[in-house]
């Protein structure tokens, strides 16, 4: 970081003309970033939440909706805030390029933790003074130093920051980056000044290579350019198993470097980010011993194992469902774990979506195949379920091992609000799903306990507020409706079942299919065929109840599988043999009113491709196999149903791309309280649900007194 002049003493010293020491600004600049912390901490949803649970349990009509001036004016006041903080500008670029700006809530984060290091770092000093060059120097060395633990801070996945404030460490990822990007900037200036100090006598060659602390400071400036530059977003894209190895590498190195570089009575700030590291590890292992070995965890002693096992199935769209029995941990709907199988990618962990919810008493993950470890999981599911029926009981005694750690991730309570809308692109349903299935699996406990009263919504205090969900799942190709059949199905029968009891809610669920390669391509692996295989997790019921399940299992069957089914072979370049105008492909078109389009019967079922594909003799539910070969991106048939709305289970499939701004403005038009809106998907479809959310809350006009409902926003996007 600095030069020579870092080795004397001079942190405790006042710098004369009133000038503060270089250890008080070391303590401003926590002091600051103690008190964001602090209302960070307060400003959370415990309180509001609290409200709303309460006023459910006392019979409440509208509890989402605040009635006291005090929690009104709360929610105004958030509402408010969240509108600014979700604005980001779109800008349009040559070649049809779009590229959308931070969110203004971030970019005033980054931009309040610049302006206080830059005000530390320049405080009564002028840069233009030459005189002054070295006294800049020290300080912004003292000020560097004093960023280090926060850096740190915001890297663990077990730190105080998210614990106070109520975040997981994924989200608090973005400004780890930024605070590191600030921290390099000050370094940069550290080193600058002294570098134009002692180019007035042509020195710096000669300190670069004669002295030791100012080599040691080259030396972690440099490793700090390394990795600021290997954490851009194109570096991780690229391989990210290399870059967390490369990432931890060098930050030790960095830290090492800076602890040689600095003088002893200011190494305190090398030791606390070294503590926190430690602490965050050390954490970590003891946990993750402690819920996955048999000696330690009963659950997993339970099974008789010493670790617990998974299998592996493979689905449409090159998918890979991956399920543990008797899991060794509880969560809740929306968090993930890292998954560590040694026997199929040694020493590797990676972050899964936790699709099933806690009442199903298994843990299920959906992994998309890329590379490398996720690869090497449908390798495995492929191969196992090509063995014949006696090799595959054997191999299901003889599961892999694999250690979970987690669970990780929160997002807000959805039971708190009035209505939920819920949409999501490709595999982002396994962060949706679990969120819907969690409500809809709370009315069903509270109905079963007899606490509701018929024509009217009353929720006890243990219960949810929500009395509206709006589920939307865009998805490729019909075939990967599949990965969610028997749980939309269920959804479907409870919620009709609780209806007949009086109870006025409603679940509203479409599926879009839109042929849209961005929301992921099929896999194709040579020499071997693509698997499409329906699988139903039939629930423990009533017989009654369980024939009224598999009917609406087979309705929702009955359309995709009559109407297309795709694999993961691409038509040649050129070949345009969609059944749109031109032959372009209909799932194309925007469904501008849904509504509309189902009432009208202007649904048109897509049968692009080039070739007809037919099943095996085994029927919908059996194993299906498309051979290698065949452009499979449809298949078509003569009997179809008139059109895709499932019923009374108000689920709808339908051709074509979907109308966000639409659906979230119906849904808010309906909405007796305030809304939750979450989005999981391509970057396309948050920036797009974000910019709804924002145009939406203005145009409602909730910050000018209307009585209108502010909307919550929750986003997860792919990526790394």
Known sequence: MGMSGMSHSMGGMSMGDGLPSHFYLQKVYWVVVGTSMGWATCVNDRPLKGCRMSAAGRRHPFPAKPR????????????????LAYVSCLLMLSNGLRWTSPTLGRVSMVMANLVVVLVLCFYRLNPRDQWQWEDIGYRTGFIAAAQLPLVVLLSGKRNIIGWLTGTSYERLNWLH?????????????????WFVSWARYDYVKIKLTTEPITQRGFAAWCILLWIILSSLLPARR????????????TAAGFLAAVYLHLPEEVKVWIWLPIGLVVFDRLIRALATLFINISVFSRRTKRLGRLTPTATFRPLSGSVTRITIENPPISWTPGQHVFL?????????????????????RKMEFLVKCRSGGTERFLHHAEKSLSLPVSAGDLHQRHAPSVLVEGPYGRIRSLRQFDSVFLIAGSSGATYTVPLMRDIVSCWSKHAHNGQIARNCLTIPLEGAVTRYIRFIWVIRFRAQC???????????????????????????VSIYVTCDEALGRDRLVQGQQEIFEPSFNKPRMAPSTQDRTQDTEKKIRDVYTSDSISSSFQRPPGALRGCGPGGTCCCRSMIENEKKALE??????????????????GGPLSTSFLKRGTDASSVSTSSMEENDTLGSSDIALLSGRPQPQQLLRDTLEQALGESAVVVCGPQGLVDEVRGNVVALSDERAVHKGTGAQGVYLHTESFGY
């Open 238 to 249: 690229w391989n990210y198993e290399f870059f967390v190895v490369q990432h931890i590498t």
């Open 482 to 508: 599949d990965w969610f059949l028997s749980q939309l199905a269920n959804v479907a029968r409870d919620v009709r079942q609780l209806k007949a009891k009086g109870w006025l809610i409603e679940v509203d």
């Open 340 to 360: 560590t199988c040694h026997k199929l990618a040694p020493l590797q962990a990676h972050p899964f979506t936790i699709a099933s919810i806690p009442d199903d």
């Open 68 to 83: 006291a001036a005090l929690p009104s004016t709360l929610s105004t006041f958030y509402a408010i805030i969240r509108e």
């Open 600 to 617: 009208s019967n202007l649904q048109r079922r897509c049968n692009c491709g080039s070739d007809t594909i037919t099943l095996t003799e």
């Open 177 to 193: 980056r930024w605070v590191s990007r600030v921290l390099f900037l000050t370094v940069t200036i550290h080193m600058g000044f």
